[in-house]
């Protein structure tokens, strides 16, 4: 039943990973129209590495995470966690898995359960490693000590912590089962810059000391690029560009990620922009229309954008992008 | 063209440790909020008086030679207004009251007023505490099921199985003739329960006919919501009376049936708590630490879903100890001789104007209960508010 997709290095590979949402209207709850949250995404991640997602909100980031997570069921698509395609087994079978990839989330409020002390939010992760009752005590003190927080926080409520103890704490809890992915979904953005950086250090360090490869979803470019070693650009449910983030900063080739260059301040003042920063509003999922997702926004667009459907390019070295414009050069 | 080696993240300064706020538990500061309502402090004290009262009510007029006799008659000491001495010359030694005098008067009997009290308080006690219990227990089962499961369809299969196994309980209910055929009710319910277990095994020529059983109706969610509707529709101390009058009187059956008629607020509040909780962040760590489903419910979602059902509990009690009241008042309560103050009141209403305490002590008694309790709980609810705590 199960299929593998071999690769050597790759922590997780996803690819083709769609998922529709139903749109019901009326007093029958008809399905009135389909929101295209997620829509063919492919990408892998190595042993190790950070994969940077990009893109504005509601571009389906969450959805994704969701997905790999098992959070949600697919539509279509196989998500391989070291060869193995998880994306249609059930929930018991995926049971052992869960351990491996873990989330952290952007709103460090709604994250920590408000009637648990920090300790007993970490406890439940030690708890489904197997982690004997008496030697959680010291696991928690050893966690949350990991994570930059003093002794004497695990009998503490969320609400005697800050925002950023607030997501150390949930790094800790992700850390609690000794996952090798971890998914951080947005996991700064509702920080304070200067918790911002200790934050991302903090990812950084634990990164290098345990080994663990991420997921970064981020609307940041910025962040991204400082953290990342590859970078996927994403779009009203597509991968736009998907390339080595040293590459995609100095070669951008799809017009949208031009823009969001654009949008990333420029420490030198002086210097010219490419491409004026985006105008208007993410269109809705709702039924995109034919052709590029980008046609509405984008500067460039041709007849071709309007009407036919694009598919990835290899622009060289695994560059990937999905415009018309770089196919034909 | 930005480069990334040129943002300066470097500078960025990693603080090792990071330092506490002081220390201010939930409990100290639910109790500071909390002693700033006056009236819900003086709703905390009389309950707990309530409680004693009635704990002790349980331990003084029971047994073989109670301290207080409340079945005692007396017919020469009939009607005494509260505080008169007993003519000790006409009583047996065992007849004279405890205290020396008849602290709350007697009733048309000659039985002390004051020590059917105290019986009776037990008795409000406990239909209050049993009766809620019961429609907490009920309301957080139905809320939760809603709440969590809600979105699954029940199938055509559940709903036969359901049917046939509630049609052989009332055949067996009505007696021998028909739990010949309650078997073989049974009997079928069972093969249907084959059929679903076959599930996985896929069997070739009854696909269709399975296919039909496995039809999708309504979620489970609708199910429970309609039927809470349905049961809101009744008035329900009318769908009470109903009841109890085709049930034996006993103090039981009136716990069990105002608990089973008053559940469906509940199941409504924790019902949208766990739709809200299930979407939060905290759950959804949960589920990806692979923590199973009834843990979460119960040691995730449940902690945070109690407390709106505790202040309306609270309240719950003094509406179930008023519904006993006005049972007993109407004669379908707890059956006499036992003192409940429904009954007292009831009893004493023929001699309003003769004995007028038969009638204030019991119904001020009530009034002050179920005031508690509302103050109470309107204490809870004022406080658990999060709103209030920003104000202070
Ligand atoms: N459970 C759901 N039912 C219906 N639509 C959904 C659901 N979850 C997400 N969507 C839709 O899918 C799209 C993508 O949502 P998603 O949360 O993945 O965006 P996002 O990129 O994470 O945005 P943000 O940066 O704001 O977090 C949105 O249009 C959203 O409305
Ligand atoms: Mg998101």
Known sequence: MEQTISSNNSVLKVNGLKKYFPVRRGFFQRIGGWIKAVDGVAFEIEQAKTLGLVGESGCGKSTVARLILKLLEADAGQIAYRGRDISKSSEKDIKPLRKEMQIVFQDPYGSLNPRMTAGQSIEEGLR?????????????????????????????????????????????????????????????????????????????????????SYLFISHDLNVVGYLSDQVAVMYLGHIMEYSRTAELFENPLHPYTLALLSSVPVPEPGQKLRMQSLKGDVPSALDPPPGCKFQGRCTLVEEQCRNQEIDFYDAGEGHMVRCWKVVKK | MTKVEKIEINDYQTTNHEFLAPRRTRLKEFWHLFKQNRLAIAGLVIFVLFFITALAGLFLTSGHDPVFDPALVRLQEKLRSPFSQPKI?????????????????????????????????????????????????????????AGYFGQNHIRLDHILMVCLLFAAGIFIAMGEFFSGSAFLIVFLASVLLLFRSMNKMEMRGMSKWYGILKKDTISIDTLIMRIVDIMLCFPSFFLILTVVALLPASIYNIMIIIGLTSWMGTTRFVRAEFLSLREQDFVTAARALGVGNFRIIFRHMMPNAIAPVLVSATIGIATAILTEAGLSFLGFGVPPPHATWGNILSDGKRFIFDAPWLTFIPGIAILIVVLCFNLFGEGLRDTLNPKLKERH
């Open chain 1, 128 to 212: 489904i490693s197997g982690v004997p009752g008496k030697k959680r005590k010291e696991r928690i003190d050893r966690l949350l000590n990991m994570v930059g927080m003093s002794y004497g926080s695990a009998d503490r409520y969320p609400h005697e912590f800050s925002g950023g103890q607030r997501q150390r704490i949930g790094i800790a809890r992700a850390l609690s089962v000794e996952p090798s992915l971890i998914i951080c979904d947005e996991p700064i953005s509702a920080l304070d810059v200067s918790i911002q950086a200790q934050i991302i250090n903090l990812l950084k360090d634990l990164q290098d000391e345990l080994g663990l």
């Open chain 2, 89 to 145: 010359d006409t009583l047996m030694p065992h007849e004279i009251p405890t205290v020396g005098v008849y602290v709350m008067g007697t009733d048309d009997l000659g039985r002390d007023v004051f020590a059917r009290m105290l019986q009776g308080a037990w008795v409000s006690l406990t239909v209050g505490f049993v009766a809620v219990g019961i429609s907490v227990f009920v309301g957080i089962f139905m809320g939760g099921i």
